[in-house]
């Protein structure tokens, strides 16, 4: 850190380096304190904010925290006869929940392959318009998904497209950023000689871009359609469709239809685990596992 | 591409038979994956129904939407039996003129009031009916009449903007609406921009030029020019910031919460710190429950206990966040370098001091930077959970989509929150860069 090159005085120069390294580390320790403090004082001040904005108090409301799950809990286990019927009931929209992430997945992740082409540097079919793709992409992530739904479903009235264009649109901007640092870590090689025989932009992007990145884009698309699950489930309960949807009615008729919250609880649950558990082992196996799998 | 395989020499048609069929299957995926994909899709668009959602769809609302994102309407109504005539932006009490002022484009000569619209397009109020001018086409003429309303038009064929009933007339031009009830009458007039955001038509300093409120600000009024824009009933600025504080307040205790929560946890999650297999397990199914059960459903079981509200929304987040965290964290735990733990251990430290000096300034910035991503995604995720769990803007906003009639509220809220997610995203994005190059080291 200091320089050491004047050897002369040396017990000096060794007091000197210990104070200023001393000193220095009072500093950084200062500092950390400082900081420390203002983080513990802005969790307390927020916590306290939060907790008289509510409309119960957090310490009123933590001995009933168990209340709920055991109401809903206690009325399935009497009618633990009925759970294959429910499950069964609710089937078709899980399987609704699942079509809207998997279309929303599918076609975020074209729109965000496009762009991200069209957005990194040496592949840009327009490179001045960079600046103008990113802002895009920044603008449609930071859009909610619930605002466009809402939007949406006002339009074209409730049901699974709203949804699905919503958590499409986000997933454009989300995965295009992805993409294109996948991108920029691709050689540009393939593009080039690609190009020396005269091919296209879409024959030099589909013939020298997308092999190169096509694990990595998956392995993001991946994990995208396991947000994008939990997105749409989200989504049904403001009134997209879906298993959402069939909650908050089950959850607004209340006491007597707990037995059908539960199965949709039982289901929503199993699937998210499930997607989780084979998304990580997909990715897994794209980001590190065998290298023959590449080439797909 | 290249399969090296250096063993037994290959026949130059075994190689030939080999490359064959490594092109077949590239050929059979390159056409197949696209193919399964495109019949998804058309599974898709008839299991969504998009048919039937064309045939639903009712664009007419879309144009309401765009139109009143960039200007308002000032509705002008008169009650057909007492004959009084208000005046009010967007129709809606708090934006009434107050009595017996009216908009300039309206002009009261004794019984009979005037409406200019744009384009030559004038109404006027007769006491006992209404006359509407419309160039180009004639003059239509209503009146209340017993149950209904009677009304005379041009000669000729009926055009398509005015929809008649016997109870009903109304007449929409792109220079405004004209509604003929038996009750009332109304007309709409639309004017570009987002009017009374600023101070409502009570307010003193309503209609002023901004030099002029300059003027009056520094010589002593900037309270009360404050105070008429902060309390303003029509845009609730007010209101508006507080449920933006609490929307990031939501994210901030959420995610921030779940990262001093999840920390401890993850050192016992993680293969390297905790040799028990019992409780690493432990640990991990932890995890995976917390993630598993989704932030929606943790804000429906949260909200039964706790209220709605934005304390609700913050455990939510930090319960579902916990489960990511952990799992995060204690993977990164397990990259940890051991020569630096070891080095702190040559120096006759204790457990944790170990941990201290020889983790934590390891890990600091990469788990920072992962709770800082989280943050910023989080604000966007409070926004929906608000809209569940009632605190927010999130729940603003749906009460304003809801009444299906303030879309410049609507407008003005989504434009908020992009910004606030914005700038969310470019603090952590600074802070993340500053983490990973430089500074690195500096860990509390």
């Known amino acids: 850190m200091a320089d050491q090159t004047a050897a002369p005085a040396y ?3 060794t007091a000197h380096i210990r104070e200023s390294y001393i000193a220095q580390t009072r500093r950084k320790r200062i500092y950390g304190a400082v900081l420390l403090a203002i983080f513990v004082a802005l969790m307390a001040g927020g916590f306290i904010t939060a907790d008289e904005r509510n409309a119960g108090g957090f310490w009123e409301g933590l001995h009933q925290i168990f209340d709920f799950p055991a109401a809903v809990l206690s009325e399935a286990g009497e009618k633990i006869g009925r759970l294959p019927e429910n499950l069964l009931e609710y089937l078709p929209a899980l399987i609704e929940t699942i079509n809207i992430a998997a279309v929303a997945t599918l076609v975020g992740a074209f729109g965000g392959a496009v762009l991200s082409m069209l957005s990194t540097r040496g592949m840009a079919l327009w490179p001045r318009l960079i600046p103008l793709w990113r802002r895009m992409m920044d603008i449609m992530r930071a859009i909610p998904e619930i605002v466009i739904a809402l939007i949406l479903i006002f339009v074209l009235g409730g049901g699974p497209v709203p949804a699905m264009i919503a958590i499409a649109f986000h997933t454009v901007g989300a995965l295009g950023k992805l993409f294109s640092e996948v991108n920029e870590n691709a050689s540009l090689k393939p593009v080039d000689g690609l190009a020396s ?4 932009w879409t024959q030099r992007m589909l013939l020298g871009v997308v092999p190169q990145v096509a694990p990595n884009w998956l392995s993001y698309a991946l994990l995208r359609f396991e947000i994008n699950i939990r997105a749409s489930a989200i989504l049904g309960f403001v009134g997209a469709g879906g298993i959402g949807y069939e909650l908050k009615n089950a959850m607004a008729w209340g006491v007597g239809r707990y037995d059908q919250a539960a199965a949709i609880f039982l289901l929503l649950f199993i699937t998210i685990v499930a997607v989780d558990q084979i998304g990580s082992a997909l990715r897994d196996r794209l980001t590190h596992g065998s290298r023959k799998d590449l080439l797909a | 591409m290249t399969m090296l395989s250096a063993s037994a020499p290959l026949s130059a048609d075994d190689l030939k038979s080999r490359a064959e069929g490594m092109f077949r299957t590239k050929r059979l995926w390159s056409f197949g994956l696209p193919a399964l994909v495109l019949a998804y899709l058309v599974y898709a668009f008839f299991a969504f129904d998009v048919p039937g959602l064309i045939d639903r769809a009712r664009p007419e609302n879309g144009a309401i939407l765009v139109r009143d994102t960039y200007s308002y309407k000032t509705h002008v109504e008169r009650d057909n039996r007492t004959g009084e005539i208000t005046f009010a932006i967007e129709g809606e009490r708090k934006g009434e003129y107050p009595e017996g002022t009216y908009p300039d484009w309206v002009s009261v000569d004794g019984d009979v009031t005037t409406v200019t619209l744009p384009k030559g397009h004038e109404v006027r109020y007769y ?6 001018d419309v160039p180009g086409y004639g003059t239509i003429s209503a009146k209340s009449e017993g149950r209904g309303v009677e009304a005379t038009y041009p000669d000729g064929p009926m055009p398509d903007f005015i929809s008649a009933a016997r109870n009903r007339v109304m007449v929409t031009t792109d220079a405004g609406r004209v509604t003929i009830t038996r009750n009332r009458t109304e007309v709409f007039r639309y004017a570009m921009g987002w009017e009374l955001f600023f101070f409502t038509l009570d307010s003193p300093y309503h ?22 824009f902060w309390h303003n009933e029509m845009w609730r600025h007010s209101d508006v910031a507080w449920a933006i504080v609490e929307t990031v307040l939501m994210a901030f205790l959420g995610t921030f919460g779940a990262a001093i929560v999840a920390l401890p946890l993850a050192f016992l999650a993680a ?12 640990c991990r199914r932890i995890f995976d429950l917390c993630r598993g059960v989704d932030a929606l459903i943790w804000t429906i079981v949260l909200a039964r206990a706790f209220g709605p509200g934005p304390l609700t929304g913050s455990l939510a987040i930090l319960l579902t966040d916990t489960g990511s965290f952990g799992k995060m964290f204690s993977e990164a735990l397990e990259n940890v ?8 251990r040559s120096t006759g430290a204790r457990a944790v001091q170990r941990y201290r000096f020889g983790v934590i300034p390891q890990v600091t910035p990469v788990l920072l930077s992962q709770v800082l991503y989280f943050f910023e995604s989080n604000t966007r995720s409070a926004t929906v959970i608000g809209a569940i ?14 009444t299906q009639k303030d879309w410049e509220e609507v407008t003005y809220y989504i434009i908020l929150i992009v910004l606030v997610v ?16 430089g500074g690195g080291e500096g860990g509390h």
Not at chain 1, 197 to 200: F, L
Not at chain 2, 208 to 228: Q, V
Not at chain 2, 425 to 434: A, N, V
Request: hydrophobic residues 45%; glycine residues 14%.
């Open chain 2, 422 to 437: 914005m700038l969310m995203d470019w603090l952590s994005g600074i802070l993340r860069r500053r983490l990973i190059s």
């Open chain 2, 127 to 132: 006491p006992d009916h209404v006359e509407y």
């Open chain 2, 389 to 402: 769990t009632g605190g927010g803007i999130g729940l603003m906003l749906t009460q304003a989509m809801i």
């Open chain 2, 271 to 282: 293969r390297n710190f905790t040799p028990l297999v019992v409780v690493r397990q432990l």
């Open chain 2, 337 to 344: 370098d051991e020569k630096q733990i070891e080095g702190v």
């Open chain 1, 197 to 200: 025989v005269g091919a296209t």
């Open chain 2, 207 to 228: 209609g002023m030029a901004p030099g002029a409120l300059l003027s009056r600000a520094t010589s002593g009024e900037a309270g009360e020019i404050w105070d008429d």
């Open chain 1, 11 to 13: 017990g000096s120069a």
